[in-house]
T-cell receptor, first 114, second 111 residues
Framework: AAGVIQSPRHLIKEKRETATLKCYPI?????VYWYQQGPGQDPQFLIS???????DKGSIPDRFSAQQFSDYHSELNMSSLELGDSALYFC?????????????FGPGTRLTVL | SQQGEEDPQALSIQEGENATMNCSYK?????LQWYRQNSGRGLVHLIL?????REKHSGRLRVTLDTSKKSSSLLITASRAADTASYFC???????????FGPGTRLSVLP
């Protein structure tokens, strides 16, 4: 069965650079969530989208922005990168626009900021 | 804000033993979900239990939910070395938002 796809899987950037992470949800899933997981930390919710509109916002820094496109894929844009942004970034998808249903997670993008 | 908290933080058992991990949260929830994560890899959904359910089974997994105590437990029976991973609980509120992960329990199953 198709799963959530994230690209790239690994990304190395310098401080103050920008990065764009992409997420392709499971077909027919209309909701996308982004999470950040620092080393040894639990995943922290960043932001979610339902039907191309932002549905919930968590601890996403102002330097980050995201959007969901007409084909339901989502991109997380990160600017002015800091060392502390080094983490695993997970995308998850579900159906129905809320956390009432199971979220299916992608493999994650490991971002390293040097 | 609600927060799932796991207990214990780390658990080491022998293969064949049962492993019990607990999770507590603070506010009203719609559902509680358990996830597994192998080191540095993606999260795998294990079980979703809704606030009107008390117990749920899936293979060797058994999850209980006590909304009066705002707690849940995940029991893995007849553990195997391949069960070694971190286990997280996550809760969603009654508005379908605020999906919050707890700190996780690192389970080590020794052969």
């Amino acid at each position: 069965a198709a799963g959530v796809i994230q690209s790239p899987r690994h990304l190395i950037k310098e401080k103050r650079e920008t990065a764009t992470l992409k997420c392709y949800p499971i077909p027919r899933h209309d909701t996308v969530y982004w999470y950040q997981q620092g080393p040894g930390q639990d995943p922290q919710f960043l932001i979610s989208f339902y039907e191309k509109m932002q549905s919930d916002k968590g601890s996403i820094p102002d330097r980050f922005s995201a959007q969901q496109f007409s084909d339901y894929h989502s991109e997380l844009n990160m600017s002015s990168l800091e060392l502390g942004d080094s983490a695993l970034y997970f995308c998850a998808s579900s159906v129905g626009g809320s956390s009432y249903n199971e979220q299916f997670f992608g493999p994650g993008t490991r971002l390293t900021v040097l | 804000s609600q927060q799932g908290e796991e207990d214990p933080q780390a658990l080491s058992i022998q293969e064949g033993e049962n492993a019990t991990m607990n999770c507590s949260y603070k506010t009203s929830i719609n559902n509680l979900q358990w996830y597994r994560q192998n080191s540095g890899r993606g999260l795998v959904h294990l079980i979703l239990i809704r606030s009107n359910e008390r117990e749920k089974h899936s293979g060797r997994l058994r999850v209980t939910l006590d909304t009066s105590k705002k707690s849940s437990s995940l029991l893995i029976t007849a553990s195997r070395a391949a069960d070694t991973a971190s286990y997280f609980c996550a809760t969603g509120d009654n508005y379908g938002q605020n999906f919050v992960f707890g700190p996780g329990t690192r389970l080590s199953v020794l052969p």
